[in-house]
Each structure stands twice: as C-alpha cells, then as structure tokens.
C-alpha cells in the first residue's frame, strides 16, 4: 500500500547498474531497456509460476464476482447465465430505496458500526497506554496472554456465551441483577438492548487483540525523550500525553481510516446469529438481509443490488476519510 | 522506565492507578473463561439457579460423557479437522511462493500483480455474486467449497512478502543465481528452509481461521455429514437456545435434548470448552508467533 513509487525506481537502478541514475532517468524507452526487460521475464518464467496459484484464485474468486455484480441491474435467472438475462437498469435499487425497511437497515447498520467505533476504538489506546506503564514481568505477561485469548474464540462459540450469559431465566447475568434487586432482563429479545450487547462482547473479544499494534509503535519511542522530560520535572502523566500518545498517532490515524472503511461491513456473522424475530427492529443490518433475500430468498438480482450499494458507500467513505486525513494530517492510506 | 529518578508522590498515585486498570481488564476477561470451565463440571442444577458463579460446585463429569457420545459432535470435529489441514496445507502453497516472488525486485510486474491482490481488499463483488461463482463451479457441497473460496488472505501474503523482503540476505539470492540455480531450486533448497517462522505464523493464522469459521459452511453446505464443528455447534448453542426461549424452531439436537434439560445447560458450556480446546492448548505456547505476525503487518500497514 503506498509504496508507489520507490520500487520501480530501485528495480530501473538495478538495470543500469553501471550507467548510473541519471542516465536512467533521462531514457524511459530506449531499446536495451526492452531488451533486458524481455529477458528478465524470461530468465524468471518460474517466479510467475510461484504466483500463478495466487493469480487464479484471485481471478476466479475476487474478479470474475466483480464482472457477476452486474447482475444488480439485471434479472437474473439461472437458466439463462449472467450474460443472457435481461437488463432492467436500477429497477432493484429503487425498489430497495422505496421499501419500507430501507430507513430501519441503515439506521441499524450506522448505529451498531458507529456505537462499535466510539465505544472500541478507544480502549484498546488506553489499556496499552496502561500496559505500556507496568514494569515487564510476571504480571503485565499474564495480562497479556489473558486480554488477548478471546481473540480465538470462535464467533460461534462467543454467541453461544452471549446467549448463556444473558438468559433471562438461567443466565449468570441476570442473577446478578436479581442478587442487586432488578427484575430480570431479556436482553436479546428486547430491540433496545441487542446494539449494547453486540458492541459490549465485541469489547470484551477484542480489546486486548488490538493493542499489540499500539504496544509496537509505543516501544520504538526513543528512551531519550522520557529521560529528558524527567530532567525537566515532567510527571508521569505529561510524560504519556506529550510523549507516547504523539508517537501513536499515525497508527491512531490509519487504523481509523480502515475503520471507518468498513462502517458498512462490520461483523456480521456475529448478528446473525445473535438475530431473533423479537430483536429483529433493531439487528437487522444491511448484511443480513442480503443473506436473507439473496441466499434464503433467492433473489439473485436484488440482494446483489443491495449488496453493491452497501459496498459503494463504503468506498466513498474510506476515500472521503483517508481524504480528510492527508490534508489534516501526513498520515493516510494512501 | 525511569526508576532512576524517585516518583513523586503523585506519579505513585498514577502507577497504582495504572495497576487498577490493568487488573481490572483482567478480571473482566478472565472472569467468564473461569465461570464456562467452572459451569461444565458443576451440578446443572447450581448452574442454572445460579448458585454455582465462580468455583465448581458439586462436581459431575455428566456433560463431558453426553458430549463424547454425541455423534454429531464426533463427526463435526473430524470434518473440521479435515478442512482444517486441507485448507491450511492449500493456503500455505499458494500463500508461500507468491509471497517469495513477489518480494523479488527483477519480477517485472510485481507492482501490478501485488496491486491487483490488494485491490480485492477494499473492492469485491460481495456475497450474491461470490456464492454464483461458487455454484457455477459445481462447488457447493463438496469439500472444496470449504477450501478454495478462501485459498489466499491478501493480508497473509502482504505479511510473508515482508518477511522475504526484510530476512532473507540479498546476497544469498545473487550467489546462488551466479552459481545457475534455478528459481526453484533457490526456493526448494535455501529460501524454504531460512522460512520456518513465516511459516509457523501462516499455518497459525489460517489454521485457526479455518477452525473458527462457519459462514462458509453455512452457505456453501446443505449435507448434515459434512457440517464442520462450528455448524455443529451453532445448533447446539444458537438455534436450540433460541428456541428454548422462543417458540417453534426445533432441530434434532435441540428435542433429543430437551428431555434432558437440566444437563442441557452443562452440556452448553462443556461444548464451548471441547471445541475451543486445540486453540486454547496451542495458544500460550504459539502466542508470541501470533504476536509476530500481527507486528510484520503493521511494518507496512
């Protein structure tokens, strides 16, 4: 990502190893240059054999779904291929904006990545800012091996928790809240509590996973600025807001971007399986019903045209975002 | 840090702060790991009215014994076994080479191929046009429908790429070409043997993918025979739930069990504990490996 331009310029020196850059530079075209070019990919027919796996795969998998997207503005009928079904234009994509659940899914969608983003993105900051504090030894290892273990947990086995721990009747939460002198809750059939639950689980999986990123660029700060800092008196707290947070603000920045790029695709296995028909009001997100219409339903077309809207708003979110971020700040994606 | 110089008496204050936090958060995670070990060995009865709420109480081995004799749960586990070395075995010979090539600089296109990869990071054709690829290539229900539509994670070879790019001396390289060794006696003789850690490290991340995954075999698998472990598991722990605490959606699983009830809800817990455990085992001694692999992707993310 971003690395554009220095390669090539490296792999054209390594050409040229004797005329040196300038001349290089000043001659793009010229025929030795084919010529060796030619015989560098002759030379190395074997390596274009090691990608040719990796080349397939994503053709089949990736690129020829990409030409399949056209069936959003198609009928498509099985019978008659991708190519053969009739056109019908943005027929799908209109039928989707004037249904009456158009309004639910998005307000559903936004709320549950946007809750997930104020709630998640900033503890993982902070517990490494913390763990950052303790001394190396026995008992910052023993956070760490245990913070970061729920990141295994299968999403399957963290809903079958979710559903253990919140049932109403045998749940060990709500005998908590009994044991305090609240009525029982039903968390999962009650549309108002299912965005708390998803975005709470989803802190307890994740949280400490996601500071190994933070701990990474908070240990390459240099040990010479805190020495310095507590010549000058600085205490322990200016030394983390004036020294380690600046050092992880561009990992702070990207890691917001890719966030934000995925505000429309945020984990929806996990909702799946948590959706019941009493939460539905508020679990339903754009993901799942194209499940449900394409892959239950079997209309083809229609749940395409949903899916391609969903991922062009996040295209134009992740552009728009890294947008905002290069000309706030040096950090961006690209 | 800077013990050289005694904290003040508010840096004290800061730094016991510091460890409050930090026991919390491990409280707070720990907490329902111990509670599920805990709840699949106690008496269902002190589960369920919540007596038993950290140590075991009373303790049974009943559900365990329930869960060996289920045959669902035995085929499931064998599935994803299958699917588990298949797949992983798939991911690391695509993964590997590609990788390798493409970190070479005398591969002339290597920035367009590497583009296009990356590409299908943030673009796709998405689930409805995936699945009817899949569906053309006759795929569905067999085996392959579990390996090949996650053959390659973009991510992965990003990572191995820099791996090959920043551990393997050039020299070694150039050496070996001057002395007319091909590409793949290169690769075969001296790179793959400088590869275990990369290696390690892929066959960890895309081992426990395959493990944990169960989307795929939800869309892609209508037989009940070959439902890998999670599928198994989504009806045990998801579907007969649900339907215990709604109304009419029952499975086989879910009535076979019903005249057991009470065992139900220790049953629930040990199945979580029984198929998590290759992870749980593999995890503390491969965690730093883990930690690696996450640490080579942020160098280039």
């Keep these: 990502m971003g690395t554009a331009n220095s390669p090539l310029r490296e792999e054209e020196m390594q050409a040229y190893p004797v005329e040196g850059e300038a001349f290089s530079k000043s001659n793009k075209i010229n025929k030795p240059k084919k010529h060796r070019k030619n015989r560098k990919i002759l030379q190395n027919w074997q390596l274009y054999i090691f990608v040719l796996p990796a080349f397939l795969y994503f053709f089949i998998f990736h690129y020829i779904p990409m030409y399949g997207v056209q069936i959003a503005f198609k009928n498509f009928i099985p019978t008659l291929g991708i190519w053969g079904s009739e056109w019908v234009g943005f027929e799908h994509f209109t039928r989707f904006f004037e249904s009456y659940y158009f309004w639910d899914l998005i307000k559903n969608t936004l709320g549950i990545s946007i809750y997930e983003l104020i709630v998640g993105f900033p503890l993982p900051i902070i517990l490494a800012l913390a763990l950052n504090e303790a001394k190396d030894g026995l008992y910052k290892r023993t956070v760490q091996t245990v913070t970061y273990a729920p990141h295994f947990i299968s999403v399957v086995v963290m809903a079958g928790m979710i559903i253990a721990f919140l049932s109403p009747a045998t749940g060990i939460i709500n005998h908590a809240i009994q044991l305090l002198g609240f009525e029982p809750i039903a968390f999962l059939s009650d549309p108002a509590w299912f965005k708390t639950v998803y975005v709470l689980s989803g802190v307890w999986q994740s949280t400490g996973w996601g500071t190994i990123i933070y701990l990474a660029a908070l240990s390459s700060v240099d040990p010479q600025h805190h020495e310095a800092a507590i010549v000058d008196g600085a205490s322990r707290f200016q030394r983390i807001w004036h020294i380690n947070i600046p050092a992880i603000v561009p990992t702070m920045i990207i890691l917001l971007i890719m966030n934000v790029g995925n505000i429309m695709a945020m984990g929806f296995e996990k909702i799946l399986l948590l959706q019941n028909p009493l939460n539905l009001e508020s679990s339903n997100v754009i993901a799942t019903f194209v499940y449900q219409a394409g892959l239950l339903d079997a209309q083809y077309s229609f749940a395409a045209a949903v899916g391609l809207f969903n991922a062009v708003i996040n295209a134009i979110l992740l552009v728009t975002v890294n947008q905002i971020a290069r000309k706030t700040s040096e950090t961006s994606l690209w | ?301």
């Design chain 2, 1 to 301: 840090m800077g013990s050289a110089i005694q904290d003040t008496k508010k840096d004290k204050a800061f730094k016991a702060l510091v460890l409050l936090f930090l026991t919390a958060a491990l409280l707070i995670v720990l907490y329902p790991l111990i509670y599920i070990i805990s709840a699949s060995i106690s008496n269902p009865s002190a589960v369920n009215t919540g007596e038993m709420w950290l140590f075991p109480k009373e303790i049974t081995l009943e559900g365990y014994k329930l869960i060996f004799q289920n045959d669902d749960i035995w085929r499931g586990y064998l599935n994803t076994i299958l699917y588990t070395v298949l797949g992983t075995v798939i991911n690391l010979g695509v993964t590997i080479p590609a990788a390798y090539a493409l970190s070479r600089k005398d591969l002339a296109g290597r920035n367009l191929l590497m583009g296009m990869f990356v590409l299908t990071m943030f673009f796709s054709g998405g689930l409805i046009p995936t699945y009817l690829v899949v569906k053309s290539l006759g795929l569905i229900d067999t085996i392959w429908a579990m390996v090949l539509p996650n053959a390659a994670a973009v991510w992965n070879i990003v990572i191995a790429r820099v791996f090959f790019q920043t551990s393997i001396p050039k020299g070694l390289e150039e050496a070996a070409i001057i002395d007319g060794a091909s590409n793949f006696k290169l690769f075969t003789k001296i790179i793959l043997p400088l590869s275990a850690p990369i290696i390690a490290v892929m066959a960890l991340f895309y081992g426990v993918g395959h493990w944990n995954s169960y989307f795929n075999a939800l869309i892609y698998l209508s037989d009940k025979e070959m439902y890998p472990l999670q599928l198994v598991l989504r009806e045990i722990l998801v579907l007969q739930e649900m339907a215990s605490q709604n109304t009419n959606m029952t499975g086989s699983m879910a009535e076979a069990m019903h005249s057991k009830q009470q065992l139900a809800a220790i049953v629930k817990y040990g199945v979580m504990i029984v198929s998590s455990l290759p992870v749980i085992i593999v995890y503390p001694f491969l965690q730093r490996y883990f930690v690696k692999g996450v640490l080579i992707g942020s160098l280039k993310g």
